[in-house]
C-alpha cells in the first residue's frame, strides 16, 4: 500500500487535522529522533498514534514511541504568517509495543488553512519491488482486464501475450479482474493456469484484492481455482475475511465462509473482521458477523475491540449495542468509547449520546488526561461538547498538560460555546 488514506481498503488508515504545524526543525522534541514536527504536532501525532495501536492491540499496556525519522524531506512548502499553506513530508515513527518494535508511516499534508492533516499506515522495512513496464500486446492484455474483456483477453493469449505481465504496482491480469469484479475474465484467465498465489506491489494477492473490494463472484472463482482463503500477506498481514469484513459485502465474506475461511483470523496489529467492520463503519456486516458467531457458538472474535475502534466512521446505535451486549462492558471500556467517538475528524454524535446513557462518565480522563469535553473542544465537535455540557461536562477540568478544554480550542465559537457552558 502506497497510498496513506486507505487504498484498496488494506489496513486500517487514519486521518486527522492538527491545529498547527511548521515545516521546520521542532525547537522542542517531545519524542526521540529527528521529526520536522512542532511540539504541538508531535503531541497530535504521538496521541493519534497511541490511541489507535491500543484500540487494535489492546492486550498490551505499555507502549512508546521509541524512534523518528524524516522518510521524505518538506516539498513544494509556501510558509505564511509562520504557518504552512501547501506542501508536506513523510516520517516513519517506531513504537515499543511491549517489546515488539512496530511501524507506522506518518504523512503530513497542509490543509490549506494553517492546519495539517496527519495520515497514518503500518511501514515495513523492505523496500518495495519494482516491475518493468508492460509493452505491447501484453499492455493490451491488462488494458483488456481493466474492461472485462474477455474475448479480447482469449484473442491476445493466442497472440503470445504474457499471462502474468504485470502494471507498475505489480498487478497482473487476473488481480486487475478482481479489483475490478470481471468474473467471467477472471475465470478465463484462472482457466489458462495463472498464478492464484502471485502478489502486487504491496503484498496482496488476487483473493485480498477481490475480498477487499467485495468482488463475491470473482472471489469464488478464486477459491475453486485453489486460492487459500486464510492467507495472510501485505504489510499488516491481513487475511482475506479481515479485508471483506472492511468492505461491507456480506456476499463475499459467505464465499470466503463457503470456501473455508476462518473466523479465527487476526492481522499483524491483533485486529478481527469485526474491528475491521466497525472501523469501516459497517453496521450491517457487524450484525451479520455477530450472528454467525452465535450461530457456530464461538466465543467473542473482538466484540470489545471493534468497539473500542469506533472513531471516524459511524455505525449505527443497534450495532452498537449489539458489539456491547456481546462483550460484556465494563464503565472504564465505555469510557474509552467515548473518548474515541470524539477523537478524530467525525463525530458520531448519536453513537456518543449513547455511549453517555450507557455509563461513561463525561468528566471521565484518558490516560493522558484528557475529557470527552476537552477532546471534543480539541476536534471541533460542538455539537457533541454542546451534549456534554448539557449533561454535566466540567470546563476547568485539565489534561496532564494542564490544558482545559478551553486552552485547546480551535476557534472562537468553540471558547464562546464553553465559556458560555451551553
Not at 515545516?23 to 489507535?52: E, K, S, Y
Not at 470473482?218 to 486460492?227: F, P, T
Request: net charge neutral; charged share 25%; with cysteine.
Amino acid at each position: 500500500m502506497n497510498r496513506f488514506v486507505c487504498a484498496n481498503r488494506i489496513l486500517v488508515a487514519m486521518a486527522c487535522l492538527a491545529a498547527t504545524a511548521m515545516v521546520q526543525a521542532a525547537a522542542q522534541n517531545l519524542v526521540p529522533g529527528d521529526t520536522r514536527g512542532t511540539p504541538l504536532l508531535q503531541r497530535d501525532t504521538m496521541t493519534q498514534l497511541l490511541f489507535m495501536d491500543r484500540a487494535m492491540a489492546s492486550d498490551c499496556k505499555d507502549r512508546k514511541i521509541v524512534n523518528t525519522a524524516v522518510v521524505e524531506p518538506p516539498k513544494d512548502a509556501q510558509i505564511k504568517g509562520g504557518r504552512m499553506m501547501t506542501g508536506g513530508w513523510k516520517e516513519r515513527w517506531s513504537m515499543d509495543r511491549c517489546g515488539t518494535v512496530v511501524i507506522y508511516d506518518v504523512q503530513y499534508t497542509a490543509d490549506g488553512k494553517g492546519g495539517t492533516f496527519i495520515a497514518f499506515k503500518v511501514g515495513k522495512d523492505e523496500p518495495e519491488p519494482a516491475y518493468p513496464e508492460a509493452t505491447g500486446i501484453d499492455a493490451e492484455l491488462l488494458q483488456a482486464a481493466e474492461v472485462g474483456d474477455a474475448a479480447r483477453l482469449q484473442d491476445l493469449l493466442a497472440q503470445g501475450a504474457n499471462l502474468d505481465a504485470r502494471d507498475p504496482i505489480g498487478r497482473n491480469a487476473l488481480m486487475i479482474t478482481a479489483v475490478k469484479g470481471h468474473a467471467a475474465a477472471a475465470t478465463l484467465l484462472l482457466d489458462q493456469g495463472t498464478d492464484v498465489t502471485l502478489r502486487n506491489k504491496y503484498g496482496a494477492n488476487a483473493l485480498q484484492l477481490a475480498a477487499g473490494n467485495g468482488r463475491a463472484d470473482v472471489a469464488r472463482q478464486l477459491l475453486a481455482h485453489g486460492a487459500n482463503p486464510n492467507e495472510k500477506t501485505g504489510p499488516a498481514d491481513e487475511p482475506p475475511m479481515i479485508l471483506a469484513a472492511g468492505s461491507g459485502s456480506i456476499e463475499t465474506v459467505q464465499a470466503l465462509l463457503d470456501g473455508g475461511a476462518s473466523f479465527e483470523v487476526r492481522d499483524r496489529l491483533g485486529g478481527t473482521p469485526l474491528s475491521r467492520a466497525a472501523v469501516a463503519g459497517r453496521s450491517a456486516m457487524i450484525l451479520f458477523l455477530l450472528d454467525q458467531e452465535a450461530a457456530q457458538e464461538r466465543p467473542d472474535q473482538g466484540g470489545k475491540r471493534a468497539l473500542l475502534s469506533l472513531g471516524g466512521r459511524c455505525i449505527s446505535v443497534e450495532a452498537a449495542q449489539a458489539l456491547k451486549d456481546r462483550g460484556g462492558y465494563l464503565q472504564a471500556e465505555m469510557q474509552a468509547v467515548l473518548s474515541g467517538l470524539v477523537t478524530g475528524p467525525t463525530s458520531c454524535f448519536e453513537l456518543v449520546k449513547w455511549t453517555v446513557d450507557g455509563g461513561a462518565e463525561v468528566n471521565g480522563q484518558n490516560d493522558y488526561g484528557n475529557t470527552a469535553l476537552i477532546l471534543s473542544s480539541m476536534w471541533g465537535h460542538r455539537e457533541a461538547a454542546k451534549f456534554l455540557l448539557a449533561r454535566g461536562a466540567d470546563v476547568r477540568l485539565k489534561n496532564r498538560d494542564g490544558l482545559t478544554a478551553i486552552d485547546v480550542a480551535g476557534d472562537r465559537a468553540m471558547r464562546k460555546l464553553l465559556k458560555d457552558g451551553k
